[in-house]
């Protein structure tokens, strides 16, 4: 490499290091939170969402509402290209229905259902030990998970928060018009 190249190479990484931290500041409170990556544990900022619909879901791997992780994927694969990201939130929180490892949850969501959706660790929702971003979405919504697959809609600005109960399916017609809304609108 020569001299130029590698003075060129430096100012690109220099200026995508700038623009990082502006990132961060321009993420909305909502999204300012870091998780564990549940298939490799590697630390990822909500905040790479700014600007996309999230569907936020408590996921389960024995519960009877695991079936969901099927609708879920799909609604990911059809919405993705327009901004929507599903977001899996495994917890063992509700009925003990995710006592597994991350590995072995990942396992499972990987070969059983295909999922390609980001999913984070092993998270609490439930209180005492409530996660802190699991706290803004109850006080946004004013609903907090009674159980496992309770899903939140957040806007694209990261205000706007809706809750869908365990038994409202990813495919349910209300949830996808609220989502065709969210997508429609701009950042």
């Not at 990132?23 to 909500?46: E, G, K, T, V, Y």
């Not at 790479?48 to 609604?75: I, M």
């Not at 802190?132 to 109850?138: C, D, S």
């Amino acid at each position: 490499m020569n001299m130029k190249s590698l003075a060129m190479l430096l100012l690109t990484a220099a200026g995508l290091a700038a623009a990082l931290p502006a990132a961060a500041a321009n993420c909305p409170a909502l999204l300012d939170h870091s998780f564990q990556r549940l298939q490799n544990s590697a630390p990822q900022s909500l905040c790479q969402y700014q600007g996309k619909v999230l569907l936020v879901v408590n996921t389960a791997s024995f519960c009877g509402f695991t079936a969901q992780y099927e609708g879920l994927e799909t609604v990911y694969d059809k919405y993705k290209s327009r901004g929507l990201v599903v977001v899996g939130f495994p917890s063992n929180d509700f009925g003990e229905q995710e006592p597994g490892s991350n590995k072995e949850i990942a396992d499972f969501c990987r070969m059983t259902y295909g999922i390609k959706f980001p999913m984070m660790a092993k998270t609490d929702i439930a209180a005492p030990k409530t996660h802190p971003f699991y706290k803004q979405l109850i006080a946004k919504s004013g609903a907090a998970p009674k159980w496992n697959f309770h899903k939140y809609l957040i806007d694209r600005n990261g205000n706007t928060v809706e809750s869908f109960d365990t038994r409202t399916a990813p495919d349910d017609r209300r949830l996808i018009a609220q989502i065709e809304r969210r997508l429609a609108e701009k950042p």
